[in-house]
């Protein structure tokens, strides 16, 4: 019984272990979340009005589901190399940051056919996108910190290893 135990208590000392490291992408998997439905409801909704434009969206939605596969895969597989997230958060940051440009120019309405065409709507989705560009570059950095192992969870997780083993 007593080596059962120990062997229970090692299997239980990995898991925590194998967890605190996936939960250093904690963010970036709840943020590739809010892309990836965002993408598809503008997918969704510009496909029967603009279905060319349509392919925008598509593209950004397809990068986060590749991103969140990635995502899964650091469950079994430690790593601070995540080239796809890096991409795809450049992408969206860059994608983000020309429709700001076209928000105020005629292209809203291909782009935007779903919303209405007032000052209000415009300042909101303005600011929608300034904030998606602002958790883009918030997850860039994080991903650059998580790659160079300079981020605050890696420290926890190497002292948590050291009182456990």
């Keep these: 019984m007593n080596a059962e135990m120990k062997k229970l208590e090692e299997r239980r000392k990995k898991t925590s272990i194998t967890n605190m490291y996936f939960n250093r992408f904690l963010l970036i998997r709840y943020t590739t979340a809010l892309f990836l439905f965002f993408n598809l409801y503008w997918f969704v909704f510009l ?3 603009q279905p060319l434009l349509a392919l925008v969206p598509l593209l950004l939605f397809i ?9 899964v895969k650091l469950y079994r597989n430690h790593s601070e190399q995540l080239p796809y997230a890096k991409g795809f958060y450049i992408l969206q940051g860059i994608v983000n940051s020309v429709m700001i440009v076209l928000v105020y120019t005629p292209m809203y309405d291909r782009f935007f056919p779903f919303l209405t065409n007032t000052s209000e709507t415009k300042n909101i989705l303005t600011i929608t996108l300034l904030l998606g560009v602002l958790i883009s570059l918030i997850v860039l950095r994080k991903l650059h910190k998580i790659r160079l192992g300079q981020d605050k969870h890696l420290k926890l997780v190497k002292a948590y290893e050291k009182t456990v083993s």
Excluded: R
Aim: proline share 0%.
């Design 47 to 49: 496909l029967f009005s």
């Design 63 to 71: 990068g986060s589901a590749i991103v969140a596969i990635e995502q």
